[in-house]
């Protein structure tokens, strides 16, 4: 076999091998995709009625519960994840989602135009057909289940490449939704590489939607060959850059403020589109806000991610960690100050382990300022008005998230209306929960495109029917 015909996972931790799969090809691809539509076309699955489909992906949800130790791990050792994380927020958080979606379907209407006494116009939502999802390694299984439930639960046939490094969960996942009743092509899962099995769903002709999640520059590639082929509906979910801005006030929250700094920074130890990797704070509370931020940062356990009492597990991989690595030590050369963190002295030596990083005195342009590292590096610089606050916040390419900070509510309500960012918590590091949209503006994406009931407008097509009426 070349090198490109298979797929060798790796446990980030030990950077040993856990085991190799065949890599899905383009010809694959096209296979799958032809499948896909056959099973389409015969109506096994996208004519069925709605609640049939939701008796099948409820049983899946059961399914997943029943082995939500085996998935946990799955995901803990591919991506390097501490295990407590996958246990308590990654694979809960995917079965909520599958039993969402399902329950949702049915809560999803046509509309009727007000028209005149000569017709009656009748607008429904109607499955695409042969849709895919190409997936990222930082949540594995959970972004799985953002896409699997309503593309599924709205009758289409799935094609779903995942991350080369993190392919297992999604693996398991498709075996449970066969147990769960599941006819055979409506859920296809293709490990392989984005250069290859990825671009050949974005090019396929038959694949009538793409939802990506993943680097803004992958996502640009992806809507190029969408253009060249069919013109697929594509929706992307991409990078963030995103500010925590404190206001003078903030301080008034207490432990609650620092303890979500900290989760917003180091949460999957940072690589996550949401991370809150710019901390903004009013010059007044600066110095005590640094000394209890850098104090709870230290206290982050570090360590073997199958070890529940570890809170900070390796990077994804050595390129993650080079990659960080190279803007710390560029910003250092730069002038910019590093109080804590910025080497892996003390780390376990195998492994992409990398510390929690805060940095002051960023140079303009430095990339840890303005590149998204995916790594836990978070900056923090000063402000003294809100207006400043925002366009320090916009300050950046990308408009995932923002979380402000402050007890006068008619600041709050400013801030969140002046910081371009698709998703703002108020007094809260939050993505919200299933029932609110998610998705970033400017280079982060198209807008909330995912969970809610706006995730079945990716995966249907509006058709208008006019009725004649004498």
């Known amino acids: 076999m070349t090198t490109y015909e298979t797929l060798q996972v790796v446990n980030p931790a030990t950077g040993e091998p856990i085991t190799t799969l065949p890599a899905a090809s383009a010809d694959d691809v096209v296979k799958a995709a032809e499948r896909a539509r056959q099973v389409f076309d015969a109506g096994v699955w996208s004519r069925l009625r709605v609640r049939e489909r939701a008796a099948v992906l409820l049983r899946m949800a059961d399914l997943m519960e029943r082995d939500a130790e085996i998935l946990a791990r799955l995901d803990s050792e591919d991506a390097g994840k501490p295990i407590t994380e996958c246990r308590t927020g990654d694979v809960p958080g995917a079965i909520e989602s599958i039993r969402w979606f399902a329950e949702a379907a049915d809560k999803v209407f046509g509309r009727v135009a007000p028209s005149g006494p000569d017709g009656l116009g009748l607008m429904s939502r109607e499955p695409v057909g042969v849709v895919a999802a190409v997936l990222p390694w930082n949540y594995p299984l959970a972004m799985t289940a953002w896409k699997v439930g309503p593309a599924l639960a709205a009758g289409n046939c799935l094609l779903v490449k995942p991350a080369e490094a993190t392919p297992r969960s999604a693996l398991h996942l498709a075996r449970l939704a066969a147990e769960a009743g599941l006819p055979d092509g ?7 590489y984005g250069f290859e099995a990825g671009a050949a769903l974005a090019r396929d002709p038959l694949v009538g939607a793409l939802s990506f999640t993943g680097s803004t520059a992958t996502g640009r590639r992806i809507l190029k060959d969408a253009a060249d082929s069919n013109f697929k509906r594509v929706s992307l979910e991409m990078g963030g850059k995103s500010p925590q801005v404190l ?145 320090m916040a916009n300050a950046t390419e990308y408009g995932l998230a923002a979380s402000v900070w402050t007890r006068d509510l008619d600041s709050a309500c400013r801030l969140a209306r002046g ?22 503006w400017k280079q982060s994406g198209f807008g909330g495109v995912e969970k809610s009931t706006n995730a079945f407008e990716q995966w249907t097509r509006e058709k208008t029917v006019w009725i004649r009426t004498r």
Do not use: W
């Open 186 to 192: 409506v859920l296809t899962v293709l490990p392989g």
């Open 247 to 391: 206001m003078a006030d903030a301080l008034a929250y207490g432990d609650e403020l620092i303890g979500d700094m900290v989760e917003a920074a180091f949460l999957t130890m940072g690589q996550n589109c949401t991370a809150g990797s710019r901390v903004l704070v009013h010059q007044s509370i600066a110095g005590e806000v640094l000394d209890r931020f850098m104090a709870a940062a230290r206290r982050l356990v570090i360590g073997d991610p199958a070890d529940p009492r570890t809170q900070l597990g390796p990077l994804v991989n050595r390129a993650a960690f080079d990659r960080v690595v190279a803007a710390v030590e560029a910003a250092r050369a730069g002038g910019a100050q590093i109080h804590t963190g910025g080497l892996p002295h003390g780390l376990p030596s195998r492994g992409a382990y990398y510390p929690p990083t805060v940095i002051t005195r960023v140079p303009a342009g430095s990339d840890v300022l303005t590149k998204e590292l995916f790594g836990p590096v978070v900056t923090v610089q000063t402000f003294t008005t809100e207006d400043q606050a925002v366009r």
């Open 419 to 440: 910081i371009e960012a698709g998703v703002i918590s108020v007094n809260a590091y939050s993505e919200g929960d299933i029932t609110t949209p998610f998705g970033g």
